[in-house]
């Protein structure tokens, strides 16, 4: 096995996370620094992050977390704002949020410790959709709703084909639902802008089959039976 992979599936976070902790020097394996990213680990290796022994974890746990506004979705902030992690203070297994939700969004997060599912949900090929409601200044007609829909250029880049529906509309302001395979910096308020609207408030609702349902602010639960079997099936 990798050693990236066995970093990430012992519960050290991210893809991206565990690569920096190899590139800097902080892995050992048998006692020896490893700096290389395509190091193999054997079942009889020994591993250690900081001089402490790691292993594979097996208890993975998971959880959904209702994110609110003012909290950055990370394990720390060099800013001290309030983490997502200071709302799982009374979970004592140690978890990471999986991908991200801008400061000024809410919304629904995911946490674990099973590391090769958080690098599944966040790679862009993994194309699982994640459901959000917007609140919009401005109006979103049919022609708006055929652009998103079927792309329109953010930073460059086209947007790949979603979903679009208009829940509520008035004279100068709409409420609508997209869902988008797709998780680029800020995408959803940068598609509305470009059609010509602004995001007044932001919330996800689903990722894939796993709804934020009653959740209040800040409030988190373990998934249900039926939700881990959802994410093992991506696992496959």
Do not use: W
Request: proline share 2%; with cysteine.
């Amino acid at each position: 096995m990798r050693i990236n992979k066995f970093l990430a599936q012992a519960g050290l976070g991210s893809r991206r996370k565990v690569e920096e902790l190899i590139t800097s020097g902080k892995i050992k394996v048998n006692g020896k620094v490893c700096t290389l990213l395509f190091t193999d680990v054997k079942e009889t290796d020994i591993v250690s992050c900081d001089n402490r022994p790691i292993k594979v974890n097996q208890n993975y746990v998971y959880y959904k977390l209702h994110k609110p506004k003012g909290y950055v979705t990370t394990a720390a902030d060099d800013k001290n704002r309030k983490t997502v992690m200071d709302l799982m203070r009374a979970v004592h297994t140690r978890v990471y949020p999986v991908g991200r939700l801008d400061y000024d969004t809410e919304g629904l997060l995911l946490l674990t410790n099973d590391g090769e599912l958080a690098n599944i949900l966040t790679k862009p090929s993994s194309n699982v959709e994640k459901t959000y409601i917007a609140n919009v200044e401005g109006v979103i007609g049919k022609a708006e709703i055929k652009q998103l829909s079927t792309g329109v250029e953010i930073d460059g880049y086209t947007t790949k084909p979603c979903s679009v529906q208009l829940l509520e509309a008035n004279e100068n302001a709409c409420k609508v639902q997209l869902t988008i395979t797709e998780g680029k910096n800020r995408q959803i308020r940068k598609m509305i802008e470009a059609v010509g609207c602004s995001v007044k408030f932001l919330k996800r609702v689903a990722i894939g089959e796993i709804r934020l349902g009653g959740l209040s602010r800040g409030e988190y639960k373990e998934l249900t039976a039926k939700e881990i079997k959802f994410l093992n099936r991506l696992k496959k």
